[in-house]
């Protein structure tokens, strides 16, 4: 197996890091402190053909692959951003980028991908909802037939990016479940606008993450025409799997650009801090020991990470690999950003210390995209083939 990073590999990790650097860690402070979305840095990372990488070259991508968005998104963490970064590449690469270059038309790839890579379209996706939470297969959002389209009808909740999107993923039941064989028959994808009539979404006021909204989304019929469809109608649920497994893959690569940022920190923090002895405490072991734990876990986190792109990319299964690596990232970057904030005292709860943004950002994705309790249920079940728990 090969570790090793090529020459472009490194120049897209390079210019990523560029990039972020350039806006710093000030830029995410005001941007957190503001709940503003960071449309200047998104700006940047598009004209530098970032938020493109894995896209087909015809429709205005790199061609490369999803290793190369994790490589993106690691950096652009690292440098300043954290593990919200990872958002955005979530709704526009991940939801709006792979679901149209996989499964879309080839109209709706010329329509919408060239301006996804320009920067100039915003996507999010509406799968979560109130009642179903982490257990998809029950979502109550429905698609009815309309002559040749379709209203839908539902409440979607936790949706991230929805006032700046202009395309929203909905994920809805095109048959009820007591209409098929297996329950992950009757989902479908839909594409559509996200100022369309009957759409309506409201905020959700939350601990971190401020610089992307997270909305309650209403759907009271909203129309949907048949060309909006994404994948197969009533058996997009494997399609969905793709959109969902890549969102761990970013996920990830956030949270493992998050711990290399908190310990940057920290370290360097510790290695000036004199308080007793007139010795740096960056040479007590207190400090170091947690502190080289957190970097032996999100060293882990990232092979792993590397390991389930890889995998993608040569078109293989990929699964487990992309949850064992969030689990394991959101550890390290929690851990990290603990002892970060502990190594600095008050200061680690100062805001100038940006320290306590990276630490309440990174706490939500040990729930989000995906519980902790359900990769380890899947674990279980998938890879050690015990009996299903839930």
Known sequence: MDFILNDEQ???????????EDFGLEYWRELDANKSFPAEIWQAICDAGLSAAALPQEYG??????LEVAIVVEALAASGAGSTVGQLFMNNTIFGGVSLSRFASDALKQAYLPKLASGEMLFCMALTEPNSGSNSLEIETNARRDGDGFRINGRKMWITGVPQAHK?????????VDEVQRRTDGISMFLIDRD??????????????????????????VWAAPDEVIGTLDSGWRELLDVLNTERIVTTAGLVGTADLALRLAVDYANDRKVFRNVP??????????????YALNEAARLMNYKAATLYDN???????????????????????????QTMGGMG????SYVERLWRDARLFRIAPISEEMILNYIAQHNLKMPRSY
């Not at 006021?205 to 009271?220: A, E």
């Not at 405490?281 to 957190?294: K, L």
């Open 281 to 294: 405490i960056g040479t007590y072991q207190g400090i170091q020991f947690p502190m080289a734990q957190a």
């Open 168 to 176: 929203m993923l909905v994920i809805a039941r095109t048959k009820r």
């Open 349 to 352: 709860y100062a805001k100038e």
């Open 61 to 66: 991508g790199s061609g490369l692959g999803m």
């Open 315 to 341: 078109d293989m299964p990929y699964g487990a690999e992309a949850n064992v690596g969030k689990l394991i990232a959101g550890e390290a970057a929690q851990l990290a950003t603990d002892r970060a904030m």
């Open 196 to 221: 369309r009539e009957g759409l309506s979404h409201t905020p959700i006021d939350k601990v971190g993450t401020n610089t992307l909204t997270s909305s309650m989304v209403y759907l009271d019929n």
């Open 10 to 20: 490194k120049m897209i990790a390079d210019t990523a890091r560029r990039i972020g």
